[in-house]
């Protein structure tokens, strides 16, 4: 099988499940994944026959893919802020959303260049936004939870191919006790659980049956599940000035603000690319 051919092997089998475009993105990157090559090698090369090994690992990528399997799971890696990062089942595929809020919590702290900030990232799934924070500010502390062990463990190998050093706790951060094995902090930052349990009728099929629902969904009787939890430690733990950085639930935008308002924080909401509310900053009064 000739690259030219492995290449139209692939799209044409995605294009059953997905518009001309999506289907050529995920043939791309599958392609360059496997072969190491880019686009523009590959094309000059097309009449080049893949190994047998590569011929078998395309079949196997294909199936995984009809299957529905995201991408970024069969490969096992994804793209997050120009940062490469392993992602299994164990942990949340980045979206650009989360994107948008490491850049938000960065173009805050352009002053912090010491080595006395401390950095605390709640759920931390792949350690997306913790290594980006890290690569930015060498010098600050930061530190990581999840409830996930395997999240932890994915969290741990990243940082450490990527060349940060980022302190993990395994914990279960809605149980207060667990608290005081995590430091005061300047900023924490947080893409929590947020989606109501019943949303999940709304979600693609790709999302619900490869994402860990764990760092997904909260019960429809309480989406401020986290938010509250998050205000009650940062009463005890975040600094005098101190900012917290939330990703929302699009509908949640009021909700999520009023509750830091009524306990003394300053406010400002901010919407994501798509203009839906999907950002929170609460600062601490001094």
């Given at each position: 099988?000739?690259?030219?051919?492995?290449t139209f092997?692939?799209?044409?089998k995605l294009?059953?499940?997905?518009?001309?475009g999506?289907?050529?993105?995920?043939?791309d990157?599958?392609?360059?994944?496997?072969?190491?090559?880019?686009?523009?090698?590959?094309?000059?090369?097309?009449?080049?026959?893949?190994?047998?090994?590569?011929?078998?690992?395309?079949?196997?990528?294909?199936?995984?893919l009809?299957?529905?399997?995201?991408?970024?799971?069969?490969?096992?890696?994804?793209?997050?802020a120009?940062?490469?990062?392993?992602?299994?089942?164990q942990?949340?595929?980045?979206r650009?959303?989360?994107?948008?809020?490491v850049?938000?919590?960065?173009?805050?702290?352009?002053?912090?260049?010491g080595?006395?900030?401390t950095?605390?990232?709640i759920?931390?799934g792949?350690?997306?936004?913790?290594v980006?924070?890290?690569k930015?500010?060498?010098?600050?502390?930061?530190?990581?939870?999840?409830?996930?062990?395997?999240a932890?463990?994915?969290?741990?190998?990243?940082?450490k191919?990527?060349?940060?050093?980022?302190?993990?706790?395994?914990?279960?951060?809605?149980?207060?006790?667990t608290w005081?094995?995590?430091?005061?902090a300047?900023?924490?930052?947080?893409?929590?659980p947020?989606?109501?349990a019943?949303?999940?009728?709304?979600?693609?099929?790709?999302?619900?049956?490869?994402e860990?629902h764990q760092a997904?969904?909260?019960?429809?009787?309480?989406?401020?599940?986290?938010?509250?939890?998050?205000?009650g430690?940062s009463?005890?733990?975040?600094?005098p000035g101190?900012?917290?950085?939330?990703?929302?639930?699009e509908?949640l935008g009021?909700?999520?603000?009023?509750?830091?308002?009524?306990q003394?924080?300053?406010t400002?909401?901010?919407k994501?690319?798509?203009?839906?509310d999907?950002?929170?900053?609460?600062?601490?009064?001094?």
């Amino acid at each position: 099988m000739t690259l030219h051919e492995a290449t139209f092997f692939l799209l044409n089998k995605l294009r059953s499940m997905y518009d001309e475009g999506e289907a050529a993105a995920i043939t791309d990157r599958v392609m360059e994944h496997l072969t190491g090559s880019g686009k523009t090698e590959r094309m000059l090369y097309k009449h080049s026959v893949i190994t047998g090994e590569e011929e078998q690992q395309l079949q196997d990528y294909t199936r995984r893919l009809l299957n529905l399997e995201p991408v970024q799971y069969v490969l096992g890696e994804t793209w997050f802020a120009g940062l490469k990062f392993r992602v299994n089942p164990q942990v949340l595929i980045p979206r650009p959303e989360t994107e948008e809020l490491v850049e938000w919590v960065l173009s805050n702290c352009v002053t912090f260049t010491g080595e006395s900030l401390t950095i605390l990232d709640i759920g931390t799934g792949s350690g997306c936004i913790p290594v980006t924070l890290k690569k930015r500010f060498s010098k600050a502390h930061i530190h990581s939870c999840d409830i996930s062990a395997a999240a932890v463990d994915t969290a741990r190998q990243n940082a450490k191919e990527l060349g940060t050093a980022i302190s993990f706790h395994v914990l279960d951060f809605l149980d207060p006790l667990t608290w005081e094995s995590l430091p005061d902090a300047g900023i924490i930052v947080s893409n929590p659980p947020y989606i109501p349990a019943s949303g999940s009728k709304e979600m693609h099929d790709n999302v619900l049956r490869f994402e860990p629902h764990q760092a997904l969904f909260v019960p429809d009787e309480d989406p401020l599940l986290f938010y509250r939890a998050i205000a009650g430690f940062s009463r005890q733990k975040l600094n005098p000035g101190g900012m917290i950085f939330l990703e929302i639930h699009e509908d949640l935008g009021t909700a999520v603000t009023e509750l830091f308002n009524r306990q003394g924080y300053h406010t400002t909401r901010r919407k994501d690319m798509q203009g839906k509310d999907r950002m929170v900053r609460a600062v601490k009064g001094d």
